[in-house]
C-alpha cells in the first residue's frame, strides 16, 4: 500500500469532496464506512481515527473483512463518501481490473487489499493467490496450511517504499514499461553498500549481518524467476539471465523490494528458534530502512518503454 502519487492523481475525480477541505472542517468522521483506493481498485473501509496534521486531515482506516495488518494512515484523496454512485463506480473498475474472473479468490467482487508489494509480486500462481487470500482473510489473523502466525516473520513496509511498488506495478503493467538491464547497482552491489554501512556504523564486520545478506541473496536468486517476475518481463528474463549468470548480479532495488514482500512466507516453512526469529526481524527492518534512506540513488524514477513486450494488455502474472 501506500499514497502513490499517480494512483491518486487518477481519483481526484473521483472524490466526494473535490479539493482538500479546509484545516478545520474534516470530510470524514470518525466510525464512518467509507470507500478506499488501494492500489490499483477501491475498497470498503471503516474510518477510525481521524487527524489533522500540518493543515492535511489524515485518516487511519481499515479496511473491512481483512486483517488488521493492512490497517493504515490515508489522505482525504484517497477515499469517497459510500454512496450508491460510487459503489457503482467501484464495481466498474473491479470488472475493469479483472476481480471478478477469479473464481478461486474466495471473493467474486473484491481481492484482498494488497500492501503495494502484493498487488506487484503476489499474484505468480492462481494457487498460491487463493491460498494466500484465504491466509489472511479474517480480522482474527489466523493462518491456514500449518503455518503459525506466531512463526511468521513480520515488519513494515516504509510507506515511501510501499509508493516505490504500486510505481513499479504500474510501469510494467498499465505503461508496458520494464528496467533497463543489467541495472546498476545491482542486488549484490546494495548487499555489499549495506554491509559496508554496518560495518563503519559498528566499527566492526558483523558475521551474523553477513549471514543474512548471504541468506537473502539466495532466496532472491530462487525466488526471481518462480515468483517475482510479472508476465511482461519473463521474455526479458530469458534474454538477458543465462545459466552461468546470478540474477542478483544483474537486477537491482526494483526487484529486491519485491523479494521482502514474500519473505515472510518463505521464511514462515523455516525452523527458526523464536529469539533468531526476532534478531532477524530486527535486521530485515534495519535493511529496508537502508532501502528507504537512500531510495533516491538505489532506485529508477521510470522505466523503460518496452519493445515486444511479452503479453500486453491485462499484464496477468499478475
Known sequence: MGNSSKDDSTTDADTSGGDTPP???SLFSEGEKVLA?????????KVQKAELRKKEWKYFV???GWNKNWDEWVGVDRLMKHTEENVVKQQALDKKQGVDKNPKSGRSAQTKPKSSADVKVEKE???SNAAKGKKRKNDSGAEKDNVSSDKLVKFQIPSTLKKQLVDDWEFVNQQDKLVKLPRSPTVDDILAKYLDYRSKKENMTSDSVAEILRGIRCYFDKALPVMLLYKKERKQFHD???DDVSPSNVYGAEHLLRLFVKLPELLAYVNIEEETLTRLQQKLIDFLKFLQKNQSTLFLSTY???KGV???G???DD
Open 23 to 25: 484545516s478545520k472542517f
Open 37 to 45: 483506493y488501494h492500489g490499483p481498485r477501491i475498497y470498503e473501509a
Open 62 to 64: 481499515h479496511y473491512l
Open 125 to 127: 500462481d492462481v494457487k
Open 240 to 242: 538477458v539471465v543465462q
Open 304 to 306: 523503460d518503454g518496452t
Open 310 to 312: 511479452e503479453g500486453k
Open 314 to 316: 491485462k499484464g496477468k
